[in-house]
T-cell receptor, first 115, second 116 residues
Framework: DTGVSQNPRHKITKRGQNVTFRCDPI?????LYWYRQTLGQGPEFLTY????????KSRLLSDRFSAERPKGSFSTLEIQRTEQGDSAMYLC?????????????FGSGTQLSVL | DQQVKQNSPSLSVQEGRISILNCDYT??????FLWYKKYPAEGPTFLIS?????DKNEDGRFTVFLNKSAKHLSLHIVPSQPGDSAVYFC???????????????FGQGTTLQVKP
């Protein structure tokens, strides 16, 4: 069990640029989640995959955001035309997908700063 | 709308004493509750959980109590240690229709400082 891995750990970009983050979940986990956390707040749900299918998207996920999970393994989160309000910690989590007791395992996150 | 609320942004206790962190929720469909601990520059790590069919769950120094009628849960840490200093998040999940997506709704967090 190598844990959930996220890359990069930090990303600094200029407003208007596109950025892409990667998440590698725990290998046997079929559910994958993206969350966003800003200072002083708890993680906010963005989107969720069951295997390769994206089953739910939050209203927070504007059309500038897109997430994929090809082949049900790793996932990418892309933000196009970044804005300063996108600055946050982006967290990925995975779980086995049991019907009960859904404990999520989180990665260390990608800290995005938009200048 | 904030479905999970942690009304105390911070808590300071002396080493060896009890730490009590509180959490309130509004959605009666929540049936599973968790506490996560977060250190700076790291992701949240799972601490302890409780199902809605129980009112108490204990794991070592950590105990979670659930009061469904009051829609309130609390985390007790006894005895508190300096290494417990971190941000603690309460989270909840529940069924949506016929499925459980496992999506967690988090509170805002409480920063615990345990003084030596």
């Amino acid at each position: 069990d190598t844990g959930v891995s996220q890359n990069p750990r930090h990303k600094i970009t200029k407003r208007g640029q596109n950025v892409t983050f990667r998440c590698d979940p725990i290998s046997e986990h079929n559910r994958l989640y993206w969350y966003r956390q800003t200072l002083g707040q708890g993680p906010e749900f963005l989107t969720y995959f069951q295997n390769e299918a994206q089953l739910e998207k939050s209203r927070l996920l504007s059309d500038r955001f897109s997430a994929e999970r090809p082949k049900g393994s790793f996932s990418t989160l892309e933000i196009q035309r970044t804005e300063q309000g996108d600055s946050a910690m982006y967290l990925c989590a995975s779980s086995l997908g049991q019907p009960l007791n859904e404990k999520l395992f989180f990665g260390s996150g990608t800290q995005l700063s938009v200048l | 709308d904030q479905q999970v609320k942690q009304n105390s942004p911070s808590l300071s206790v002396q080493e060896g004493r009890i730490s009590i962190l509180n959490c309130d929720y509004t959605n009666s469909m929540f049936d599973y509750f968790l506490w996560y601990k977060k250190y700076p520059a790291e992701g949240p790590t799972f601490l302890i959980s409780i199902s809605s069919i129980k009112d108490k769950n204990e794991d070592g120094r950590f105990t979670v109590f659930l009061n469904k009628s009051a829609k309130h849960l609390s985390l007790h840490i006894v005895p508190s240690q300096p290494g417990d200093s971190a941000v603690y998040f309460c989270a909840a999940s529940g069924r949506q229709g016929s499925s459980n997506t496992g999506k967690l709704i988090f509170g805002q967090g409480t920063t615990l400082q345990v003084k030596p």
